[in-house]
């Protein structure tokens, strides 16, 4: 049975009601977030200080401001000849209704030239995995084990999608001028879930250590790096205001329901891209800011900095490691290329684009892999031992 | 690369086959003799059809140099174009060779999938030309293709092959009037077309 749509209707019809009732507090908070950002961009330091006294106390993110908060960096100049280099990945993960204990993931990786020479690579890499060490992650002493599967087998998707741009870096000649996209971004935060060995594993061991093998190519060639985030939902830099609003001398959330004055309510609920879309203009980069995520321990010398980037269509979230942020050539370099990418791909990062184009899995695909690793094992005359649950589902009756 | 190879073949059947051009739009020309081979035989065929599109069905291409001064220029500005697209031509089968004899009838098997496609050199136009008995399954190529203009520009790029070009259609024309007896206006459609 598919889903009846005339009982949902009116519940659409409500929902879109109530929007538009709100579109008028909505745009009244966000001109007020925007009045804010100009009022306090004098006072960075003792913002800073606020914040750093705040810091733990919140049960939000607060954003650390490196430059004066409404700073706009206008669109540096295009080189003449350069390279975009961008990954991105897609996965099939792991289902226990079937016998074969696996998963895959598909690493799309593009190459693209401009200028002089123009040229493309666009090639795409599936890697299944079924060892028992590959299917989980051990600690050092072996006691506790983690399956990779759901969030945890995305996390270690992004350091394969890292690895896999660190190996196109390499390869690209020396004296190159490039930049590498990856898509989303470049805080594994969701990893503060899991045990400090999962953390171990996939960000020191493996994340970093890719991070680190880029900047290292930037001996002899400038490679900038960023990741890039459409339509971002973040509020930490709009957190910082409502930091800046408080009227004590640090914010402490549990202390906030006892507020009775409220004055960072006139600004709760805007997102950054809001704040950010009415002080930018398009091709303009707003200041550097870090991120405050607490895996950002793990990062040192790819300390996660972001900033946004008003584009025609919307407004970007681009984040940075530091060595990129502190280094003006390169963060010129990931500004300017990045407008242009959105420039050339109708909104969007051609190269992130057709990246995913060539990692996508669809739902067809994920049958025909499932199908195949079946039909394999009958033709080895395995047990296909097969949960009831999916057999149900594929084979419907009345 | 070798010089004469074009593409190979991604679809193929007793009648015809489908090849796609190593090289965005190295089509060769519009009934030019091409072959595969699917040892010990050699499958004949004319280019019937030929076109450029998206890699992918979902992927249309859209208009792209509006702000451009060339058309070379959009290609620059885009390198991704050159691996998104794609030039394909559909090959009619009008005879095969086996153990040095030509016969201009179809082959007992069809083109293998990924078989390389070549463009026939002179040499093997004259050989394959020497008979028109590959004229009837020109005319009954079917619906999809232009007959009239298949047939004649068969001709015309088979008699750049031959020492004389003017006899060698003045002998197709006869072949042909004999080929389709009363059909004047079809007769008339072809012969105008080997001017």
């Known amino acids: 049975m598919s889903l009846d749509l005339s009982k949902v209707i009116d519940q659409i019809t409500d929902m879109v009601t109530r929007l538009k009732t709100g579109r008028n507090e909505r745009l009244e908070r966000i001109n007020s977030a925007v009045a804010t950002l100009r009022n306090q961009s004098e006072g960075l330091d003792a913002l800073k200080k606020k914040i750093a006294l705040s810091r733990g106390k919140t049960t939000w993110l607060v954003a650390e401001p490196v430059e004066k908060l409404d700073i706009r960096h206008s669109l540096p100049p295009i080189p003449p000849d350069f390279t975009v280099l961008a990954t991105d990945g897609s996965h099939i993960d792991v289902d226990r209704h079937h016998a074969a204990h696996c998963f895959l993931i598909n690493i799309g990786a593009v190459a693209l030239r401009y200028g002089s020479k123009p040229d493309a690579i666009l090639e795409n890499q599936p890697v299944m995995y079924s060892e028992d060490s590959d299917l989980m992650i051990a600690s050092p002493d072996k006691l506790r084990e983690v399956p990779i599967e759901g969030n945890l087998l995305g996390m270690k998707r992004s350091v394969e999608e890292c690895k896999r741009l660190a190996e196109m870096a390499a390869s690209i000649p020396v004296g190159s001028l490039a930049l590498g996209i990856m898509d989303g971004t470049l805080i594994l935060w969701n990893l503060e879930a899991y045990p400090e060995f999962v953390t171990e594993t996939l960000l020191e061991k493996g994340y970093l250590v890719h991070l680190e093998e880029i900047r290292k190519l930037n001996a002899d060639r400038k490679i900038a790096l960023a990741s890039y985030i459409s339509f971002p939902r973040s509020t930490d830099v709009v957190n910082a205001l409502r930091v800046a609003l408080c009227p004590q001398e640090f914010v402490d959330s549990d202390k906030c329901p006892a507020c009775a004055t409220r004055e960072c309510y006139g600004i709760s609920g805007v997102r950054d891209r809001d704040l950010f879309a009415g002080i930018l203009t398009p091709g303009e980069r707003s200041a550097l800011f870090i991120s405050p995520s607490k895996i950002q321990r793990h990062y040192g010398k790819h300390l996660v900095h972001f900033f946004y980037l008003k584009l025609n269509e919307e407004t970007a979230r681009v984040e940075i490691p530091r060595w990129v942020a502190q280094d003006n050539e390169r963060l010129e370099l990931v500004h300017a290329l990045l407008v242009d990418q959105c420039e050339r791909g109708q909104g969007y990062p051609v190269a992130l684009s057709e990246a995913h184009e060539k990692a996508v899995v669809t739902g067809a695909d994920r049958e025909n892999f499932w199908r195949l690793v079946d039909e394999s094992l009958v033709e080895k005359h395995l047990p296909l031992a097969e949960s009831e649950k999916s057999r149900s589902k594929r084979t419907r009756w009345l | ?195």
């Open chain 2, 1 to 195: 690369m070798l010089k004469d190879k074009l593409g190979e073949v991604i679809e193929s059947s007793t009648t015809g086959f489908t090849a796609e051009c190593y090289e965005l739009y190295s089509l060769p020309p519009f009934g030019s003799l091409v072959k595969t081979a699917d040892p010990p035989v050699e499958i004949y065929g004319v280019v019937c059809q030929a076109g450029t599109s998206s890699i992918e069905p979902g992927r249309r291409p859209i208009a792209r140099g509006k702000d451009e001064e060339s058309e070379a220029e959009i290609y620059s500005a885009n390198p991704q174009l050159w691996k998104l697209l794609r030039s394909e031509f559909r090959v009619l089968v009008i005879g095969h060779k086996q153990d040095g004899t030509v016969y201009h009838y179809l082959p007992p098997k069809p083109a293998r999938i990924h078989a390389f496609v070549n463009l026939c050199s002179p040499e093997e136009v004259k050989q394959f030309s020497r008979s028109f008995d590959f004229l009837d399954l020109l005319m009954n190529a079917g619906p999809q293709v232009p007959v009239e203009e298949l047939v004649s520009a068969t001709l015309r790029q088979m008699s750049t092959a031959q020492e004389d070009q003017r006899s060698f259609l003045v002998a197709a024309g006869k072949e042909l009037t004999a080929l389709l007896g009363g059909e004047f206006t079809r007769l008339k459609a072809i012969l105008t077309r080997l001017k």
